[in-house]
């Protein structure tokens, strides 16, 4: 048996064993072609295929048809930050952000140094504690799309509720809880996550675009900031990182065999349970830092009476093998980041150990 820690770290992060135990089986030999995957071209027949099965995975996960494209970039999502304004706002235009926390306030300062931007919500003055109401998202009628981070995942606050755009197209960045629960997917014009939290390794982030969005993208952009040339060639118009797209692979064959979001949405939903019923049981002690409805299912964020109970913590974590417990350098604290491969079970640990802890201090 191979020693397993359990792993919060907000990612890279943690991978399911099964997962992990598939590619080191076929690590030499991929399924009898005599070499690895990693050694493969990404023409070769081979990766062909995990390619298309990976597309039509997350179709099917997602409840998307095929007038979604499904590509696999590198640059992670950063890189999306910037692609995304420089495709669909036209020249003199103008896009609408949601700044809810430290990633989408990226978003919106990739987008102000190529376009114009409508900050249309901010809760930066209260501590980015929460997500908006839907009454409280305000922009003008002509903008090119609003963006928003479905996930704060330095906050741990997330949107339970996705504002009717009507004709506005709606862009979601959900690095962080892309995959962990069942949504109206097709509410989305575009969704982008880099697939270190919830969908694989690091090194490929994966972009979903309607097709009549897709439509309206900017011509005559290089053509690798060009989602267009990028969707016309399935992502293989240069070499795609190809095994972080096998590994992606498994990973949606994994949450396939849980049930699909709906299953991992269960298991989700009693890992979330467990964890904010431990710190809100111990009221004086652990102090959830999200506002209530805000609360995330996938980044738990909390605060101890002091900074040395804090480091304390989180040592003492440590040394039952509870990591990557440390809270975002920018705000401090504690961070469960709690994505689809932590188990109820390391929830269950956890909880006990929270409890000890409590008492011991
Ligand atoms: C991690 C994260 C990013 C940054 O992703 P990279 O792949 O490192 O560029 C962006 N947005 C959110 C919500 C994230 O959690």
Redesign the pocket.
Known sequence: MVKRNVNFNP?PAALPLEVLKIVQEELLDYQGSGMSILESSHRAKEFESVNDQTIALVRELLGLGTDYHVLFLGG???TQFALVPMNFIPDGGMAAYIDTGE?AAKALKECQIVAKAHVAFSSKEEKYVRVPRMDEIKYPADVAYLHL?S?N?IEGTQFKKFPDTGKVPLVA?M??DIASRQLDFKKFALIYA?A??NLGP?GV?LVIIRDDFLATARKGLPSMFSYRVHADNKSLYNTPPTFAIYIMKLVLEWIKGKGGLGGIEKINIAKKDLLYGAIDAAVDFYKGTAQKDSRSMMNVTMRLPSEELEARFIAEAKKEGLLGLKGHRSVGGIRFSIYNAVSLDDIRKTVDFMEKFRKSA
């Open positions: 990612g992670g999502a950063s990633f981070c996930n995942t960045d690095s962080s880099g270190q939290k690091s982030a």
